[in-house]
């Protein structure tokens, strides 16, 4: 359903242009606004979905561009850098007609969200930074791959093992669409604390996960490499940063450094969840994000998420 521009918050689909690029967004429930960025790059933004935030809060799920309905950069699959994804962001939120909205940003989400609130925070009510982390580049891919090898160890014996290692290898060489489906739903099962012991309700997940192959690098193909460690700390927005125990690629080493970086943040760990939280423990974490979000970014101390 798209709906006027004129009513940019009423529930359904809608589309703006940004740069001579459409930008397609999804309104769903009511309360105070909160904008949710989805990961990949180039991840659909579906998976993100969250419907018990939506019983509380307006939530808006931009469809990033190079994804889904929005529309592609001319040096596509390059050039999706964050700064340009922060102009994107900012575009939106004058189109919604908000001063300040809460973000939340997941996985490469995050990325952008931290982004965004480094250089706009007169725009930012409060983040949550979720499955985020305040680097990426070599440091990041050798944590990754040491929380592969414990994920391996764990399931040791699983005939599907094999194949989601094989998914994990294949990374590096995606180069359209089709391959990237392939290899995100090969890898889903790592991506959760336990997969297998609850596939029947995992799998629909895994088998609707679409994405569009987005190369990270800028239009001069340079890799859009991020290390944000040194200006975490100017931030003075309220801050929630929420891990998955066993995510393996944004895990709790980085959660736990973004927590140490940005002062008076409040940390939440999911203690039985991997990268997807708000599938694995969804009550626990849409009542914490919505306290977050409802008390101006205060979690009162009887409150405060367990860490």
Aim: net charge negative.
């Amino acid at each position: 359903m798209n709906t006027p521009a004129r009513r940019p918050l009423a529930p359904g689909t809608h589309t703006i242009e940004v740069e001579g690029v459409v930008q397609r967004y999804h309104v769903y429930g009511t309360g105070p606004v909160c904008v949710a960025h989805s990961g990949g790059p180039g991840i659909f933004w579906e998976y993100l979905r969250m419907p018990a935030l939506e019983r509380h809060l307006t939530m808006v799920y931009p469809e990033p561009i190079g994804t889904g309905g929005s529309g592609r950069l001319p040096s596509h699959p390059n050039g999706y850098t964050r700064a340009r994804y922060s102009r994107f962001l900012l575009a939106l939120l004058d189109h919604l007609g908000v001063g300040a909205a809460h973000l939340l940003g997941h996985s490469h989400g995050g990325f952008v969200v931290q982004h965004f609130a480094l250089h706009h925070p007169d725009r930012v009510a409060g983040i949550v930074l979720y499955e985020s982390a305040p680097v990426t580049g070599p440091e990041h891919g050798a944590e990754a791959m040491r929380q592969l090898q414990r994920f391996a160890a764990r399931y040791e014996g699983q005939p599907e093992l094999p194949a989601v290692l094989d998914a994990f290898g294949a990374i590096p060489t995606i180069t359209d669409d089709e391959q990237l489906d392939t290899v995100v739903r090969g890898l889903i099962p790592a991506y959760f604390a336990d997969y297998w012991s609850d596939e029947e309700r995992f799998a629909p997940l895994r088998a609707s996960v679409r994405g569009t192959h987005i190369s990270g690098l800028d239009e001069n193909l340079v890799p859009d490499t991020i290390d944000d460690r040194e200006q975490l700390g100017t931030l003075t927005i309220p801050a929630l940063i929420v891990v998955g125990r066993h995510d393996v690629i944004c895990g709790v080493r980085w959660a736990e450094e973004l927590h140490q970086l940005i002062p008076g943040s409040h940390l939440l760990i999911l203690e039985h969840s991997g990268h997807f939280g708000h599938i694995e423990e969804p009550d626990l974490f849409a009542e914490t994000v919505t306290r977050f979000v409802t008390a101006g970014g205060d979690l009162v101390p009887s409150q405060e998420p367990s860490a």
